[in-house]
């Protein structure tokens, strides 16, 4: 799997919109953008992914670089749930490479 | 809303003995996993099942673990002979598809501790 590089921690205010970037500067072009997270004592969740255009969902939005080198998860209106573990992951389609490759990711703490 | 269960929640061992570790994967899906996490690091892969047999396997996952899907709705991690560094949370996942686009679904794990 492609290396993903991300800020090992974040803060924001409650309430206020979030970005949280991505580098993958080797990603390949049949590599996925997978986003999940790691609420506190759980098991990770899915939060959204893309290929190459931008997405939302009603969790998030993905935005991807034309280059596609990078990326950015976007919480519209973070709440004190949204406090966890932010996961970037590169999966490859070509392969059927099932597994995801966690990283250390980014630590959000949201401010009441 | 379907979701991943897995039991026990805790487990408590003593080391050398044989734990087995439980998961209930969503019904409709087809391709499971264990994934493990160390106090404080990182969510590591260790195997991956499809259609009866692993799929694919990590390092980690040496002679003393097997995994198993005994009847239509477990899937089961077992570790024969236990040691200390494999106290850790234990989670399962499952998802409905083979290539690299849709999600996988995690269970709420197990915390295993090896004494």
């Known amino acids: 799997d492609a290396k993903t590089t991300q800020p090992n921690s974040m803060e924001s205010n409650e309430e206020e919109p979030v970005h949280l970037p991505c580098n993958h500067s080797t990603i390949s072009g049949t590599d996925y953008i997978h986003w999940y997270r790691q609420l506190p004592s759980q098991g990770p969740e899915y939060v959204i992914h893309?290929?190459?255009s931008n997405v939302n969902n009603r969790m998030a939005s993905l935005a991807i670089a034309e280059d596609r080198k990078s990326s950015t998860l976007i919480l519209h209106r973070a709440t004190l749930r949204d406090a966890a573990v932010y996961y970037c992951?590169?999966?490859?389609?070509?392969?059927?490479?099932?597994?995801?490759?966690f990283g250390t990711g980014t630590r959000l703490t949201i401010i009441p | 809303e379907p979701e991943v269960t897995q039991t026990p929640s805790h487990q408590v061992t003593q080391m050398g003995q044989e734990v087995i570790l439980r998961c209930v994967p969503i019904s409709n899906h087809l391709y499971f996993y264990w994934y493990r996490q160390i106090l404080g690091q990182k969510v590591e892969f260790l195997v991956s099942f499809y259609n009866n047999e692993i799929s694919e396997k990590s390092e980690i996952f040496d002679d003393q673990f097997s995994v198993e899907r005994p009847d239509g709705s477990n899937f089961t991690l077992k570790i024969r002979s236990t040691k200390l560094e494999d106290s850790a949370m234990y989670f399962c996942?499952?998802?409905?598809?083979?290539?690299?686009?849709?999600?996988?679904?995690f269970g709420p794990g197990t915390r295993l501790t090896v004494l």
């Open positions: 893309g290929l190459t």
């Open positions: 996942a499952s998802s409905d598809q083979l290539a690299g686009v849709n999600e996988q679904f």
């Open positions: 992951i590169l999966r490859d389609t070509n392969f059927g490479n099932e597994k995801l490759t």
